[in-house]
C-alpha cells in the first residue's frame, strides 16, 4: 500500500556533496519510522541512517557520521540524505525504507522495514 521513490543519485567526484530524496505516497507517512540502506556490487545491503516518526531522533553508521545526514518533512511526505565528503567506499546504490506500525526490531536491521523503494545509483569517483 505504500510506494517509495528516490531520486538524486548520480556522479560526484570524491569530496563532494548528493542529496537523495524519497518520496512516500499515502496518508501515513508520519507513522512510519524511516532509514536509509545502501548495497555495492558483491556485498549485503547495510545500514546508513534512520529517523523515527517525529524527527526527533536520528541514527547513523558510525562509517557515515559527521558526514550524511538524515532528515524528514512529514508535510511533504518526503525523507532526505544529505550526503557531504563523499569517498568512494560510498558507492552503492541506495535505497530507502519505512517501518509501519507496530514499530519492532533494531532501526539498524533490514528486515525491521515493510517497504522499500526502487533504489539510487550514487558512484564517486576518486
Same mark, same amino acid.
Given at each position: 500500500? =505504500?510506494?517509495? $521513490? /528516490? +531520486?538524486?543519485?548520480?556522479? =560526484?567526484?570524491?569530496?563532494?556533496?548528493?542529496?537523495?530524496?524519497? @518520496?512516500?505516497?499515502?496518508?501515513? !507517512?508520519?507513522?512510519? =519510522?524511516? %532509514?536509509? !540502506?545502501?548495497? @555495492?556490487?558483491?556485498?549485503?545491503? /547495510?545500514? =546508513?541512517? @534512520?529517523?523515527? $516518526?517525529?524527527?526527533?531522533?536520528?541514527?547513523?553508521?558510525?562509517? *557515515?557520521?559527521?558526514?550524511?545526514?538524515?532528515?524528514?518533512? &512529514? *508535510?511533504? &511526505?518526503?525523507?532526505?540524505?544529505?550526503?557531504?565528503?563523499?569517498?568512494? /567506499?560510498?558507492? @552503492? $546504490? #541506495?535505497?530507502?525504507?519505512?517501518?509501519?506500525?507496530?514499530? %519492532?526490531?533494531?532501526?539498524?536491521?533490514?528486515?525491521? #522495514?515493510? #517497504?522499500?523503494?526502487?533504489?539510487?545509483? $550514487?558512484? *564517486?569517483? +576518486?
Amino acid at each position: 500500500q =505504500v510506494q517509495l $521513490v /528516490e +531520486s538524486g543519485g548520480g556522479l =560526484v567526484q570524491a569530496g563532494g556533496s548528493l542529496r537523495l530524496s524519497c @518520496a512516500a505516497s499515502g496518508r501515513t !507517512f508520519s507513522t512510519y =519510522v524511516m %532509514g536509509w !540502506f545502501r548495497q @555495492a556490487p558483491g556485498k549485503d545491503r /547495510e545500514f =546508513v541512517a @534512520a529517523i523515527t $516518526v517525529a524527527g526527533g531522533g536520528t541514527y547513523y553508521d558510525d562509517s *557515515v557520521k559527521g558526514r550524511f545526514t538524515i532528515s524528514r518533512d &512529514n *508535510v511533504k &511526505n518526503t525523507v532526505y540524505l544529505q550526503m557531504t565528503s563523499l569517498k568512494p /567506499e560510498d558507492t @552503492a $546504490v #541506495y535505497y530507502c525504507a519505512a517501518d509501519s506500525p507496530p514499530w %519492532g526490531l533494531s532501526l539498524r536491521m533490514h528486515a525491521k #522495514y515493510d #517497504y522499500w523503494g526502487q533504489g539510487t545509483q $550514487v558512484t *564517486v569517483s +576518486s
